[in-house]
């Protein structure tokens, strides 16, 4: 069965420091992950994913994320935080069939 | 295009009272999906349809029915509403079974 770990329900970091949230994922069989963000009383919509192929993978604004198979993670980092990056984050595994599994989210607060 | 509509937004239940959640989506997808969101536990799937006529039981269905009206259209019945079901509502869709979710906005449900 799979599951996702997120390490840390809150993260606070300054403007302008490097971003680090971290998610570690168990799957058995070759796992697509994604990491999300939730804005304030708005849904979720997709930052970046892994399917196959290159470990490192951008995503939008400014965000990437490296597959690591031998460490089972998919750490999410940001060179820089902006005010604009306050949400919740969420990491997700997907391996096999349609369920998608859903970390308990990380709360990122930048601080000015 | 609006990707993923929820109706309604806001709703206030007495115990026992009935009620029925709409999401319809217009980017043709084959899948969709019903999670129930609470604090510090991430999304949690209640049902999804991988494909119009179909539907399956997710992680916490039970106080729940869903019915995959058309390829549009998906809908998630409470009959006889709890406490319990106070939560954030989300529908999502997908094109493939392991792809990218899209989320509606949410429907905020209080049972008092």
């Known amino acids: 069965a799979q599951s996702v770990t997120q390490l840390g329900s809150h993260v606070s970091v300054s403007e302008g420091a490097l971003v680090l949230l971290r998610c570690n994922y168990s799957?058995?069989?070759?796992?697509?992950l994604f990491w999300y963000v939730q804005y304030p009383n708005q849904g979720l919509q997709l930052l970046l994913k892994y399917t196959t192929g290159a470990t490192l993978v951008k995503g939008i604004n400014g965000f990437e994320a490296e597959f690591k198979k031998s460490e089972t993670s998919f750490h999410l980092t940001k060179p820089s935080a902006h005010m604009s990056d306050a949400a919740e984050y969420f990491c997700a595994v997907r391996a096999g069939g349609f369920k998608t599994i859903f970390g308990a989210g990380t709360r990122l607060f930048v601080k000015a | 295009n609006a990707g993923v509509t929820q109706t309604p937004k806001f709703q206030v239940l007495k115990t026992g009272q009935s009620m029925t959640l709409q999401c319809a989506q217009d980017m043709n997808h084959n899948s969709m999906y019903w999670y129930r969101q609470d604090p510090g536990m991430g999304l949690r799937l209640i049902y999804y349809s991988a494909s119009e006529g179909t539907t399956d039981k997710g992680e916490v269905p039970n106080g729940y029915n869903v019915s995959r009206l058309n390829k549009r259209e998906f809908s998630l019945r409470l009959e006889s509403a709890a406490p319990s079901q106070t939560s954030v509502y989300f529908c999502?869709?997908?094109?493939?079974?392991?792809?990218?979710?899209?989320f509606g906005p949410g429907t905020r449900l209080l049972v008092l």
């Open positions: 799957s058995s069989v070759p796992p697509y």
């Open positions: 999502a869709s997908s094109d493939l079974g392991r792809g990218t979710q899209y």
